[in-house]
């Protein structure tokens, strides 16, 4: 087993990246920011993390190299040119068995890498796996009286609001800070039914994201989801309101884009997202790109189509008809 390569997998992002902080962390208290590299498929220069792996450090002893996005997973495609470099620096790797200089720790990091790919197989095989799943049952349990200790909530109300969140960590964790909030506004540490259904946002939300993120790949899809958003009795305003909120997201996304803010952090910092979701949403920047007067349009045609309903132009039942045209009159794919 190689003892300074790891790789970090698993689909509750939530934790990997919280592992990912504490070692950071580490490393910067003992050995100085010099210390961390850090790659992603944005910056992959592998001539960079040949150097950073192998050549000798002048200010510090030890070197933490972290490479995001591999092994790739089964959707992501490099140029011609990057996918050799890519495949001769995995073969030389894997032909010396792993051995890098001792004071290099490499740790790769993908969520959902392709299991079939030759690096992940090595990886496997010889390096520090740690697989970060998503929690579930007592262990979502006990993830939110940690977030909750402050305050005073028992185990019904808390399946309760498992049920409107569901199970993402970064999604609980958000919820879990805006009810914290408002206990201490109302200086009531209690936290009941009540007060989640004022401060928690259905899972909703996260369906208005998951429509978006389809539609402009397959209109088809995108309308089936729709269909199942609708007969899972979901209320149109509220629905409405967060659809909204998420083509406001990707507006804005696309105009810090333009500026050159591209670091997802940095967009969720603007915004005021949830970190996570904004690092997924980002994933896809270049769908957004190409359907930008789409998504326009389409949040013009829900403007006119809201006021028409509450205008009493059309009923309040045309509203799902209403969508459904505007997704095949509006989007053109």
Known sequence: MIQNIYLFTGQETYLLDK???RRKENFLQKFGPDSIFSFSLDNLDISQIKQAIYSSGLFTTKKLIL???????????LGEEKNEELQIFIDALIKAEGKIPADSLIVFINSTPDKRLKLYKFLEKNAIVKEFAQLKNNDLEWFVKKELSECLIDHDTIQYFLTKVWSDLYRIWFECDK?????????????????????????????????????????????????????????????????????????????????????????????????????????????????????????????????????????????WLGVKKLINGVVKK
């Open 19 to 21: 592992e990912l902080l």
């Open 179 to 319: 009810l914290k909030t408002r206990t201490q506004i109302k200086q009531q540490k209690k936290i009941d039914e009540a007060m989640i259904d004022l401060v928690v946002f259905w899972q909703v939300e996260t369906d208005s994201f998951a429509l978006l993120k389809t539609l402009f790949a397959d209109k088809v899809r995108g309308i089936e989801i729709l269909e199942k958003i609708q007969n899972g009795g979901a209320d149109r305003n509220q629905f409405l309101g967060m659809l909204y909120r998420a083509m406001k997201f990707y507006i804005f996304m696309l105009d810090l884009d333009e500026y050159g803010i591209t670091d997802s952090k940095e967009i969720a910092s603007f915004l005021k997202m949830n970190p996570w979701q904004v690092k997924n949403e980002y994933a896809k920047i270049w769908v957004l790109k190409s359907n930008k007067k789409n998504i326009e349009n389409f949040y013009k045609g829900l403007i006119e189509l809201d006021a028409g309903i509450k205008s009493w132009k059309y009923p309040d039942i045309y509203f």
């Open 67 to 77: 490479i995001n996005g591999l092994p790739l997973d089964a959707s992501t495609k």
